[in-house]
């Protein structure tokens, strides 16, 4: 134990899970300058305290590191959670349209109506001109956008296509769709990039959007400390990002470790890509808000057959029989785009949901690993569906699995996945246990606000043990072989996704030298049945030594931020 500083604050009486494989128990701590300076017994680390020294006392309560999640969108979720109105992904349309009414009521006649998260189950089946006009009628004639639980489409109403100019005869954008009906009568679905034209439309309307976008990641984080949830990456960082999280920086405001992620291409937001965006975030680098890493989109999502897969999707009328889907980058492209990470000293986030968008990741990583050797971390999301002979390519060539989001349990965007992608390959998804046996370091993401209206990870850490739905009406299980022990799915929520945003020396683990990110909670997850460790409560949340949240100061705010649990799980 270092004792080279005198503690201000003590945590005794603790059962303390530090999730560092050298030390995986203790029972005390000691924090100066907002890091760790003991780690040990409660004698040993209570000796250090001197009459200046604050000693919390937890007669025996559970104590975690923070929670780290690999893939979060905090201006998304934090502007869901701060201003818009909330749908859950077990909503129906029927739901839904009396949402948007009684939201509606406290709008004035030209306000948008934004929203979130519409169910791939109901995205399957709006499609046509009746919806359009029930969306229209519950609006009442408001532009409407909702956002889907990929996030990737959007569904809007008449209004809001007059107002991004989309009309009868207006093309598809670049790399987006405009979906139409058999009669080629605009139904109000986008998809893709054609989500960026709404979303470009939706912000033009907002008076002050400097002011809401600081709001909205204010709220991000909150939301993610209510959670446990101290060290994030963010996994599209746009110019609205940075300069919010620069200004609540400025003032302290900033309660997690932030690594953002520039999109190197177009995105499903408005805003400057590439170059543009690198200059503007290397230019907002701060303490705790780190412009480290690319993104790149190879493939879309297989529930609109835009994911890059290896087998044909399942043949339906009028689609083409041996349809693959493809990715939207070349090997010669993504090569030369790793190629930059080296020469920046940026980290690559890859999307790739198709298991022939992954492998075509790890052949261009394989190519500047042999011509450069090791260097920038390249992470690959969503690890969904992966080749079983690329499983022990991550290792080899260091690629972190960026397991996100939580849906590795049958649940509304399974059954949505599961009428486009063959049983045999749904069957085998998720292979997080093959992962970590061939030594790869699995890293859970949230992928916030998508799949699930909540960055709850203690819905996903439980699914990633039992492969069920925490919600008991929701039968069966999902791939069950590959479920991880409650250790293992600790690390997937703790030190790997840390070390795989380039934080392994900052957070993650209890350990000496390391950030004071510490969580109590009020259960020990060892001693549970594992099908209750989604009812898991955050009792405190400590940055740097300072508590940022506490359940009982804050239980309205709390109850707020969570959604019912069957909800979340449906």
Same mark, same amino acid.
Do not use: C
């Given at each position: 134990?270092?004792?080279?500083?005198?503690?201000?604050?003590?945590?005794?009486?603790?059962?303390?899970?530090?999730?560092?494989?050298?030390?995986?128990?203790?029972?005390?701590?000691?924090?100066?300058?907002?890091?760790?300076?003991?780690?040990?017994?409660?004698?040993?680390? /209570?000796?250090?305290?001197?009459?200046?020294?604050?000693?919390?006392?937890?007669?025996?309560?559970?104590?975690?590191?923070?929670?780290?999640?690999?893939?979060?969108?905090? =201006?998304?979720? /934090?502007?869901?959670? &701060?201003?818009?109105?909330?749908?859950?992904?077990?909503?129906?349309? &029927?739901?839904?349209?009396?949402?948007?009414?009684?939201?509606?009521?406290?709008?004035?006649?030209?306000?948008?109506?934004?929203? =979130?998260?519409? =169910?791939?189950?109901?995205?399957?089946?709006?499609?046509?001109?009746?919806?359009?006009?029930?969306?229209?009628?519950?609006?009442?004639?408001?532009?409407?956008?909702?956002?889907?639980?990929?996030?990737?489409?959007?569904?809007?109403?008449?209004?809001?296509?007059?107002?991004?100019?989309?009309?009868?005869?207006?093309?598809?954008?670049?790399?987006?769709?405009?979906?139409?009906?058999?009669?080629?009568?605009?139904?109000?679905?986008?998809?893709?990039?054609?989500?960026?034209? &709404?979303?470009?439309?939706?912000?033009?309307?907002?008076?002050?959007?400097?002011?809401?976008?600081?709001?909205?990641?204010?709220?991000?984080? @909150?939301?993610?400390?209510?959670? /446990?949830?101290?060290?994030?990456?963010?996994?599209?960082?746009?110019?609205?990002?940075?300069?919010?999280?620069?200004a609540l920086e400025a003032d302290n405001e900033v309660t997690a470790w932030v690594v953002g992620s520039m999109p190197a291409r177009n995105f499903i937001e408005a805003g400057v890509v590439g170059e543009q965006l690198f200059a503007i975030a290397d230019a907002h680098r701060s303490t705790h808000v780190r412009p480290d890493f690319v993104k790149f989109v190879v493939d879309g999502i297989p529930m609109t057959r835009t994911s890059a897969m290896l087998k044909p999707y399942i043949c339906h009328h009028n689609s083409e029989q041996d349809f693959r889907g493809a990715p939207l980058w070349t090997q010669d492209e993504l090569v030369e785009s790793l190629e930059l990470c080296y020469q920046r000293g940026y980290g690559g986030k890859l999307h790739a949901t198709g298991d022939a968008a992954v492998k075509l990741v790890l052949d261009a990583v394989e190519i500047v690993r042999h011509r450069h050797g090791f260097g920038p971390i390249f992470q690959i999301a969503h690890v969904e569906f992966i080749d079983p002979e690329d499983i022990p390519?991550?290792?080899?060539?260091?690629?972190?699995?960026?397991?996100?989001?939580?849906?590795?349990?049958?649940?509304?965007?399974? @059954?949505?996945?599961?009428?486009?992608?063959?049983e045999d390959t749904v069957r085998n998804s998720w292979p997080t246990k093959d992962l970590l046996d061939a030594a790869a370091m699995l890293a859970a993401g949230s992928d916030w606000p998508c799949a699930l209206p909540s960055p709850d990870p203690w819905t996903g850490l439980e699914t990633l043990v039992t492969r069920r739905n925490p919600d008991p009406a929701v039968e069966g299980v999902l791939n069950e072989s590959q479920r991880l022990t409650v250790a293992e799915a600790i690390a997937a929520f703790t030190r790997n996704p840390a070390a795989a945003m380039g934080l392994a020396g900052v957070t993650g683990m209890l350990r000496e030298g390391l950030s004071a990110d510490f969580i109590v909670v009020d259960r020990n997850l060892f001693e549970v049945e594992p099908g209750s460790i989604h009812q898991t409560q955050v009792l405190e949340t400590y940055f740097e030594g300072r508590k940022v949240y506490d359940r009982a100061a804050t239980a309205l705010q709390d109850n707020r931020a969570r959604p019912p649990r069957a909800a979340l799980a449906g």
């Open positions: 134990m270092s004792h080279q500083k005198r503690p201000e604050l003590i945590v005794l009486g603790a059962k303390i899970f530090t999730s560092d494989p050298a030390n995986e128990w203790a029972e005390a701590l000691a924090v100066a300058g907002g890091k760790i300076v003991a780690v040990g017994s409660n004698s040993d680390v /209570g000796a250090l305290a001197d009459e200046g020294t604050e000693v919390l006392e937890l007669n025996g309560r559970f104590v975690l590191p923070g929670f780290s999640d690999g893939h979060i969108h905090l =201006g998304l979720g /934090g502007g869901q959670a &701060a201003w818009e109105l909330p749908i859950l992904p077990t909503d129906s349309k &029927a739901a839904i349209f009396d949402k948007i009414r009684r939201w509606s009521a406290g709008l004035g006649p030209d306000e948008w109506i934004v929203g =979130g998260i519409v =169910g791939a189950t109901v995205m399957d089946d709006i499609r046509n001109t009746e919806d359009l006009a029930a969306l229209d009628d519950a609006a009442g004639g408001r532009p409407v956008l909702l956002r889907d639980d990929s996030m990737h489409n959007r569904w809007v109403n008449s209004r809001a296509l007059e107002l991004m100019n989309v009309g009868a005869g207006t093309p598809d954008p670049e790399g987006g769709t405009y979906v139409r009906d058999e009669h080629g009568v605009l139904t109000g679905v986008l998809q893709e990039l054609a989500s960026a034209v &709404a979303e470009a439309a939706a912000d033009a309307a907002v008076a002050d959007p400097d002011a809401r976008n600081r709001v909205s990641l204010k709220t991000a984080l @909150e939301t993610l400390n209510s959670f /446990g949830i101290t060290s994030v990456q963010d996994a599209a960082t746009m110019e609205y990002s940075w300069k919010a999280l620069n390519r991550f290792a080899e060539l260091q690629v972190v699995p960026d397991a996100s989001p939580y849906i590795w349990y049958p649940s509304v965007i399974q @059954e949505s996945i599961a009428k486009q992608i063959p």
